[in-house]
């Protein structure tokens, strides 16, 4: 049987245009699936830099401007994976176009610009998805499937952490091609919408909707070159950030992110704390899930270090053998999966644009809540 | 050479007497020291309870009414295991009758009592101290020994967590002689004179004062039948407990602590993130000290598990041989030897009561803002 | 740069030909090689499900009888992914046709075979490898570059443990194209060709020759329905084998491995004790080499956990950023990269059948002692 | 109700006679029991040595001849912390007057002289028992519930190791009250007797006998100055040694011990894989043991770690609260209290003389093998 062509239209060829490609290629290699994505073209500025992106993965053709790519009839969906400050316009002429949108995470700079870019990709009626790439860790989804079961009872505590270490050096400059998540006007914030942005969508995910958050932000290095201007300017974004919230449900949540906690690299972690048990999880060992079941004997009770590596674990059937390890790209390829099995079935493949407006509306909130001093309603 | 005799009068029998006492019969084994504890009375209000704990451990003698004990001629310091609320009026007691005094933390129900505490014992001049056992755990002491060091640079981060899971049922009555901890009126609060005045006794220590924090508190169980009247009343007393913070070096603090994190029995945790070196602990293995050096060869670097076992550690040179793991208790005779040291040497074993006075500072405030959701001046 | 083209034939679509032909559609994303291979054709017995794995992966053409892959002119390299009792006459019938063979582990059913082939290859001059796919494990390179450097000394002690636990149940029938790992006939071996081959393989490549070995081996359950026959027959496979050995360099070596080891799903792990330094790792949390350095301070050694994904790491500079995980099938696209690099500089990338045949003849010793219960020189 | 006073007799006051002492004085603290025993007499050669021991902990009176000691009407049992050549002569010494004997491990320099000792024990009839402590670590004697319940059912594996690091150096030298251990002749062997009988011990206890081993031993430092004669002498102990064995209910074991794997002090480890579930232990982590059962539902199966520190774990009922971690010594303890509470049932408290005597004849099997070179009955 024939598969339905999806033509793509990748927007940048950075760090994420290389995951998302990288998932477009593989998706259907592992997953039975009805659509067959096709690499129509790839578009950024540099003509050059993108055709020899072209050349590496197979995109048909190059452009330079998004506006063109979007314009195209060959185009049905456009992958976005250019820095935080444009998404807007270009998800918002995309859904003008009818072209179905994945818009790389934060959803847009602040949650004003989130709620126009949701109301016209609603109003277009297209497929949307945003990529909150970590609800799609084999384990991950694996705590969701265990906290839907309702085994776990009322939830008292979330916790979750995002610890790198990366810019601790004030050498380290700001804005370009590279480092544009240090220059706020790109970026939008820092650490904020980088890190704690995963974190917030995994927690409403898996948690339910967050109320209200007290936070404190901080800039360790006040000042740093910047790449465009050759000059040293004050750096905008936050360096850390911390926040204690409460979530609809009566639970209490307590997020910390920085890039200053020396020795971790990427340490995403979270653990929720419920009646009948507890679960967490850690980016640097990806494959294992730890669970605690109080309804286990006593005498025998004990954090359970899962390794979700099964055929019958969230996706493992379409890989290896029990006991392989799958890695970080293997999210977005899940999620390209999930994706074109959501064109089959008509049901939405999450986060959708709308989903991720709420996690930017808790980022607001917390960037609000850091400069106010004052807990702040989502 | 004979020892000098050092009269002890221990005033409860709970768990903490147990522990002391054990400590005070224990440290002349393994330390060499000038002054020989001698358990000279224990002090309970149930007679025969006193006589059974005096004959199991060996104390000469029996009191009921602590003023009788502090009366004695014949003792020289006062060892105070009782709950909370008691601490004031038998320290100030002791003060005024020239007794050195050892009190179980948190130092009072609160700041202005400890105050006043604190002056009493100042105007006597006698020794004194908190028994806030956890910076003698070698693996914390041997923390303490590399961030002297000044090697590890700047601080950027602190977080400590203490979270446990025994008291999630609603069926757990409160009050009484078990349960005081429960109680608002004996223990002062709940989570936070019990636990999280653990985590910051260490943080200050550690990483110097705290300037200022947004906390937030929760009593999940509303309602607990109290052991003393029969009836079932409100819980006056904070289950659960997160704190943002910052320090005065510059640094950011997150703390929480709870009853209520089904799977952790008593996981008191730190770490600390700096410029050139990361720490972390964990009581649930204590003798381990996790340290990250980024001045290790890059290729190389990953965080170190040191096994604080060796005769150079701290305290462990008096014990048994590399490998060999120490426990809880141990704690409790290293603060006993450096007790009985500093009364050789006339420098004070730490934590004193003005340095606990400081962590009862900052647990006020901590529970000030979880009442009043506002950041708070320690 | 127009690449060169190389034509790939695959024999096999199993687990094997699957990864494999994972890496060979890999590699060239990732890695800047002068070839780019061509899957040209698949070949199995069974055209339909050949097919069906050709539309699958962009197969060009299927083939159901071996010999004709062999004999196409368009075919430069076969990967040959069948049963061991197979690969010797593919890969003599490759040799002599002037094919590149890469061979999946263990080259053959015994050295009596790999002799033969490794002469036949020798003859040929043909560009050869065997699918020991674990010394590509970036953390497993990683601690071959660390012993490389000679710092860690003399070296005592290797032990490796290769541990499953998916035999355990009675019922499990043997052979068949599923099952063929439990059929003496179609593997030559149990656990020894299928596990300890791989532990034998990175021994030897880390630690260089092993001069004789001491074995025990062990079928637990002894007759199983075979599903060619459908009849009970005897199990004539090593269920567990366990073996001591001594180095060529004057080291000791323990190996172990198991499908019996109930609650491990494919746990291997190795270790290495020198003078002045130690090395273990785990294929469950494969991103991670353990490094104990005697050359640290007294006081702060310990082992380091060193989680290999930095950009200066082995590979790993072709990913993504640092502590973002890789996975099992990483490896064989290191393997792919590799030989693809090996073809423009001529340096042949291990293990060469000549080194695989070296680990074969460890095998044989380790089944002949099984038998005997003596001491057996490799 | 007044207590049996027990009348102890210590022979020897170095590491072991600390920690053995120390016992003698703790058990009764903790644990409710009949006897309480008296620390009357301490012997050694050095009567300075013995008297500031003797002062330090508490015993009545010096000895400096072991014979004098044992000829004491006042001396009910008598404790041997001497070198293992010693055992023999003051064991059958220890019985011919009819003392109870609590003789340090291992029970003797070989299989032979223990027999003698059985023999001499049992025709006293008076209690014995054999100092391997490392049963009465609560996760250890855990573990020994669990598998006595049947509930883990038919035994595939068992391995163990016993790794340490303190003889890499050939400046150390060989002999004398601090390093008999590295004399043969005081010793008996190296490893073998001092910490692979250790693993022995508890695995006959955990897995029932052993049949045959078969053995590889080394001695890495050939020669050593040796601390009495002040010269370079050979050296006699094995440095390493490893067996492969077979238990009589058809199990497999591998056993490893040194004291040249860099990086590990007292690393005890063992492990049991059964039919329904595995355990394992570490003694530098040793609160906890590390439980899988197969009986849990497919997809939450992993390892469970168990903090074993409950009231409800084996002897945590007479310590602290849950998650308060014991210590080393405290094994030692609960050998203390078993063996008095031995005397008000007749129940004897293993391991007896005659349970060592089994680990003895393996610890001679081990050492057979590894100079033969062949399998050896136990």
């Known amino acids: 049987m024939a598969k339905k062509p999806l033509n793509i239209g990748m927007i940048g060829y950075g760090f994420m245009g290389k995951a998302h490609t990288n998932a477009w290629t593989t998706a259907n290699r592992f997953f039975e699936l009805e659509h067959q994505p096709v690499l129509k073209a ?8 993108a055709q020899t992106f ?22 049905d969906a456009v992958d976005v994976c250019v820095p935080n400050n444009l998404h807007k316009d270009i998800a918002i002429a995309c859904a003008e176009a009818g072209k179905m949108v994945l818009c790389e995470k934060p959803l847009a700079i602040n949650a004003q610009d989130g709620e126009v870019m949701c109301q016209a990709i609603e109003k277009a009626g297209v497929p949307n998805m945003v990529w909150y790439n ?8 694996f705590a969701k499937h265990i906290i839907d079961t309702g085994d776990l009872g009322k939830v008292f505590h979330y916790r979750a952490n995002f610890l790198q270490d990366w810019t601790i050096s004030s050498d380290l400059p700001q804005g370009g091609a590279a480092l544009w998540r240090l220059d706020a006007k790109a970026a939008g914030s820092g650490v904020t919408g980088d890190l704690l942005a995963h974190c917030i969508d995994t927690a409403i995910w898996l948690n339910g909707s967050i109320s209200n958050v007290s936070a404190m932000t901080e800039t360790f290095v006040k000042e740093r070159m910047h790449n465009e201007t050759g000059k040293v300017e004050p750096v905008g974004i936050d360096d850390a950030c911390a926040f204690l ?33 507890s679960l967490r999880w850690d980016l640097h060992d990806l494959n294992r899930l730890e669970y605690f079941s109080h309804r286990d004997e006593g005498t025998v009770r004990g954090w ?6 099964d055929g019958d674990h969230p996706y493992l059937g379409n890989w290896w053998v029990p006991g392989l390890c799958l890695g970080y790209e293997h999210s977005f390829v899940h999620q390209v999966a999930d994706f074109l099995k959501s064109l089959e079935t008509g049901e939405p493949a999450g986060p959708t644009f709308r989903d991720a407006l709420e996690t930017q509306k808790v980022c607001d909130a917390v960037l609000a809540s850091g400069k106010s001093g004052s807990w702040t309603n989502v």
């Open 42 to 49: 790839i578009c950024a500025r540099n003509a050059d830099a």
């Open 54 to 75: 072209a050349d590496n993965w197979g995109y048909e053709s190059v452009e330079t401007d998004w506006k063109a790519l979007v314009a195209r009839d060959d185009i």
């Open 134 to 141: 970590y609800r799609r860790i084999p384990a991950v989804t």
């Open 245 to 277: 919230c409460r979530f609809d449900n009566g639970s209490l949540g307590v997020f910390e992110s920085t890039r200053y906690a020396r020795g971790h690299k990427a340490l995403y972690t979270f653990e929720i704390n419920c009646e009948h048990g």
């Open 304 to 309: 359970r270090s899962i390794h979700v590596s």
